[in-house]
């Protein structure tokens, strides 16, 4: 049984913390079959527990077709064989307990497989019990009902021939959405909470939680987001959700792409929102899936302080550069070839010491890049088969199609995790279920370990800072805006005692005169050797400095 931890004694534990996301079917496989799996987790808590995080959040494990890797659930209370077990799990949540480190899992409850009991039910009949668990539409005109697109490509509607209706899906025609108005929904997903708090999960990431509620009219629209995106209504359903949440004293993030920051109050507000944070996207493109093109600073500052100003205050941020569905940051952000080291750890000190809860994605902070993957059968991911298959049909070149895989492909984040310089970089003895990055003969934990410098180091750096210092809990935020497309500077203070954070994200050499109301300057942390001794500095690519300051 799991050692408990009292979250209710310290209910806003999470403000102070910085969290670790896994995705288990690529951190390490322990029973030698190329698949990551839980013992593999808790074989290495030392490893997270040196990285100074105070949680994790775990991609999906349950019982699952895998048509979209864990994403389509068919059973919330069983866990994956190729994972482990119902005792594998209790274990890992006491293992991370004993060792001060919080459990957070996934909840997808926008959509289940439709291999669950319950669409398997729901489909037999339209007497069904289960039938009104999903969304159901009779066809019109011979057709779909109308003409509302899955995320996945093509229409959001699927024939099924028993009841002579068309079930709606946003994701995968195999992940069903379920139909939240219909109350009974609702009173299974709260059981559900309530067994696995009771196990010990310390809180709940929600999967696509900004999807629950439709647009109840059916018609066709010409902007999909009116169809299925924060869709008005959905506050009702949301605030039945966490009075569950609340009611076990777990933390919760939402993701909730599309979601503004002028919506995004009543979602997070300290006393009355529906969840403590939210993954919102504007700084990552989440939705331009396959389009390349160089991040703008400029862009990316307006993004992120549009965030910060926006719910201060009110709400608490979740801060992060990548998860398991985006492309690796240095890749995106940085530069990747030349100076991959340096512009991981610039971008490293740029988002994490804003105001809120840093996320680091396993391989993060290692600095892993995208994979180079040469053959559409070396990606996995159901979306970018989808994608490669449908531009074929358009006259796309392979070349082409591919090189845009490569920039933007889910797949990029689902390497197996690299130990060491090992062929399978101590992920597995066995052929991986996806290929290696070709670099973690470089890139891995026992290379960096040795390595003072490395990106892993550094991150541990930026852990313990925010976490023992508390102007980076508590200071404002407040942007320095250089009106250019290369410098990232902004503060955290309080009072007169602050910390300047200075970025250049960029392969060019940049300017930047320190402003004189800040005094008594001391270098805290910085990611190169040139050490500026003048207020005016000539920032060289892709360096970063952390100051700490006293104000006049």
Known sequence: MSKLINNQANPNWWQNAVGYQIYPKSFLDSNHDGIG??????????????LGV?????????ASPNVDNGYDVSDYQAIDPQYGSLDD??????????????VVFDLVINHTSDQHKWFEEAKKSVTN????????RKPVDGH????????????AWTYNQATDEYYYHLFAKQQPDLNWENPKVHQVVAKIIDWWAKRGVDGFRLDAISHLKKNQSFKDVSDQEDAMNNVPGIDQLLSGLSTDFKRNHLMTVGEAGGVPVTGAKRWVAAKTGYFNMIFQFDHVSFWEKFTVGKVDVAQLRKALSNWQTGLEGIGWNALFLENHDLPRAVSYFGNDTTMRAQSATALAMMYFLMKGTPFIYQGQELGMTNENFTHIDQYRDLDSKRFYKEELAKGA???????????????NA????????????????????????????????????????SVLNFYRKLVHLRLTEPVLLNGQYQLIDTRDHQLYVYTRETGKTGY?????????????????????????????????????????????????????
């Open 129 to 136: 019990p289960y039938h009104d668990f999903y969304i159901w």
């Open 37 to 50: 799996d839980l013992q593999g987790i808790i074989q290495k808590i030392p490893y997270i527990k040196s």
């Open 500 to 552: 300047l954070i200075i970025t250049n994200l960029s392969d060019n050499p940049a300017a930047f005169t320190i402003p004189s109301p800040y005094q008594h300057l001391k270098l805290v942390l910085s990611n190169t050797a040139a050490k500026p001794t003048a207020r005016a500095l000539t920032l060289t690519p892709w360096c970063a400095y952390l100051y700490k300051y006293e104000r006049n």
């Open 144 to 155: 779909v009902p109308n003409n509302w697109v899955s995320l996945f490509g093509g229409s």
């Open 397 to 411: 070149s392979p070349e082409d199609i591919l090189f845009k895989l490569r920039s933007k492909s889910r797949d």
């Open 89 to 102: 799990t209790l274990e890992m949540i006491s293992k991370f307990h004993d060792n001060d480190i919080r």
């Open 414 to 453: 689902r390497t197996p995790f690299p130990w060491d310089a090992s062929p399978t970089g101590g992920f597995s003895d066995h052929t991986p279920w996806i290929d290696m990055n070709a670099n973690h003969d470089a890139i891995n934990v026992a290379t960096e370990t040795q390595e003072p410098k």
């Open 54 to 62: 105070n949680f994790v959040w775990l991609s999906p494990f349950f």
